[in-house]
């Protein structure tokens, strides 16, 4: 599969997919991509620039969501241009998908709207690539049938990504055979190490966890 002018699956190299979870500012954004950037390409990893603009799934009604669309993007389209980096970011039902794909490379579904039909198909209409991260509360071998509602649009340049599955409260756990079950979806399979060891609420009005393991 061509991801953001490279190859991706099986039989090609790792690369990866990077950056703060959602945008904070202008500077941070800039200085995080140019310093991932820069060590991508001295190790010869293909490298895609990740940020939000709009984090639509936070634990609290006060927590910190992003500096919004038109902002966001305008940042996102700075990377790119400046920096000739790919990017990608996640969207959400009330998105205005037109106007995001014609700014990033790459759209992202969140885990949790892994079973919307609907979120989905349009995501996949727009004709970019698209990271589908698997539900928490998913068996691997369900993300066929999110793939399938993809596909039906016509496209086929699709990411699956484990992310973790719940573990009782607060808790996720990776399931290794996951990452070769979901080859049966024939997408490449992406693994977020970061989300994978969240503690989703664990702080109560906040997400905890053990970054110590991402590693």
């Known amino acids: 599969m061509r991801l953001a002018g490279f190859e991706v699956g099986s039989q090609n190299p790792l690369f990866l997919i990077a ?19 820069a060590i991508t390409a001295e190790l010869g990893v293909p490298f895609v620039f990740k940020a939000s603009f709009d984090k639509a799934n936070r634990s609290s009604v006060s927590g910190f969501r992003g500096l919004g669309v038109e902002r966001g993007l305008r940042i996102l389209e ?13 969207v959400h039902e009330d998105t205005p998908l037109d106007e995001v794909a014609a700014v990033v490379d790459v759209l992202q579904t969140p885990a949790l709207l892994c079973r919307q039909t609907d979120f989905i198909v349009a995501v996949a209409s727009r004709g970019k690539p698209v990271n589908l991260k698997k539900g ?3 068996a691997p071998w369900e993300m066929t049938n999110v793939v399938d509602k993809a596909r039906s649009t ?27 079950i979901l080859r049966a979806t024939r997408c490449p399979v992406v693994f977020d190490a970061t989300h994978a060891v969240q503690q989703p609420g664990a702080l109560g009005a906040s997400s905890g966890g053990e970054r110590e393991h991402v590693p």
């Open 19 to 37: 950056g703060p979870c959602v945008i904070e500012s202008e500077a941070l954004v800039m200085t995080t991509a140019e310093r991932l950037k």
């Open 78 to 90: 700075r990377v790119r241009a400046e920096l000739g980096v790919p990017v990608l970011t996640d």
């Open 136 to 138: 928490q509360f998913l």
């Open 154 to 180: 016509g496209n086929d340049a699709l990411l699956v990504c484990e992310r973790g599955v719940s573990f009782g409260y607060n808790n996720l756990v990776v399931d290794m055979r996951s990452l070769a």
